[in-house]
């Protein structure tokens, strides 16, 4: 009979508990996603209508946008705050050129078309997040008071732009080439909403840039070891540089569906959508001790907060009781996933431990 190899040994798998446990909390968003389902369909008549899954689905795409940029933000082992008010201020813009166009306050006004429009607002996004990205990486500024500071700036932003009114009615101009405006937020493509391909085309680009390319394998090696990224070649700082200005993007890309959806910009919207986007990631299962995510789980994660969240209104449970629970909800994830890094590291040792 012939011994087993080391090697063999520590590739056996572990038949323990301890193991059996960790199976069950890497599975547990997709476990998450089918408890809050199947509860709400049996507590809720109509659930699973069509009507309220489309509009499920448009809430769901609007966290996952967000949570997609938070998720790359996540695993470098930063986190970004400021995100909920980009898109308030991403509407307010978008609005304002809409409705006004740019004065140059030299006696005429500069009005665009769509297109430009949507590139400007995104810019602005990107700008944002790239303010950001200096803050924390050339003036040593933590990411959670940077973006913080980011947030209440461009919150009162968005208030000063029109002294805290809404700008209504932005259905466009045939004149100025705006009237396409509200396809954005309500048009269709094969049947499904502009909204829904948006969010499929992003996350298929972040998914493979995160698996396949080498900007992918960076952002995991600054999240698990920044000291180490940097001495093996890995230019940290323009890493994070991208990870905030993507995640300004996203912001901004939200901000535009939501104004061209509801045909009016509020200073406020947004507020409160970054815990949302912190959520579904940690549900997804991204550590906020950085180095580990996926976009995939972050998906299902938005999915678990969004059925979550539109379970709760169809029972009538109060707005002051839903952001207790989605709070409840991150703290739980995040409890969670120090007990799977724990096992891991368990298992890992007792691996060690019988191959030597």
Avoid at 99 to 108: A, I, K, P, R, V
Avoid at 191 to 215: E, F, N, S
Avoid at 291 to 318: C, E, H, K, N, Q
Wanted: charged share 10%; hydrophobic share 55%; glycine share 14%.
């Amino acid at each position: 009979m012939m011994a087993a190899s080391p090697t063999a040994l520590a590739q056996k798998p572990d038949s323990s508990g301890s193991t059996v446990l960790l199976q069950i909390l890497k599975l547990r968003t997709f476990i998450a996603l089918f408890a809050v389902l199947i509860f709400f369909t049996v507590a809720v008549p109509n659930f699973l209508g069509a009507a309220n899954l489309v509009l499920m689905s448009k809430h769901v795409a609007i966290n996952a946008i967000l949570a997609i940029g938070m998720t790359y933000v996540i695993i470098t082992g930063g986190i970004d705050l400021s995100v909920g008010s980009i898109v308030g201020l991403a509407g307010m813009v978008a609005g304002g050129l809409l409705l006004n166009g740019l004065d140059t306050q030299l006696g005429w006004t500069i009005y665009f078309n769509v297109y430009e429009i949507v590139l400007i607002t995104l810019g602005l996004g990107v700008f944002i997040g790239a303010v950001n990205g200096i803050l924390i990486t050339r003036l040593g500024v933590t990411p959670f008071i940077a973006t913080l500071g980011t947030l209440y700036v461009t919150r009162g932003l968005a208030l000063l732009s029109s002294d805290g009114r809404t700008f209504p009615n932005l259905t466009g101009s045939e004149a100025y080439g705006t009237s396409g405006f509200t396809w954005i937020g309500a048009g269709t493509i094969l049947g499904l909403p502009v909204l829904i391909w948006i969010l499929v085309v992003l996350a298929l680009g972040a998914a493979y840039l995160a698996a396949k390319t080498p900007l992918g394998r960076h952002i995991y090696a600054v999240g698990g070891n920044e000291r180490a990224a940097g001495l093996s070649g890995i230019r940290v700082n323009r890493v994070k540089m991208f990870v905030y200005m993507f995640s300004g993007l996203c912001a901004a890309i939200v901000g535009l569906v939501i104004s061209s959806q509801l045909q009016a910009a509020h200073p406020a919207t947004g507020e409160t959508f970054e815990m949302n986007a912190i959520a579904a990631a940690v549900l997804g299962g991204t550590s906020m001790s950085g180095g580990r995510g996926t976009i995939g789980g972050t998906i299902v994660g938005a999915f678990v907060i969004g059925i979550l969240s539109d379970g709760l209104v169809m029972m009538g449970v109060s707005s002051f009781w839903q952001t207790v629970i989605k709070g409840l909800v991150i703290i739980a994830a995040v409890v969670v996933d120090q007990a799977q890094r724990r096992l891991q590291a368990r298992a890992a040792l007792t691996r060690v431990a019988k191959g030597a």
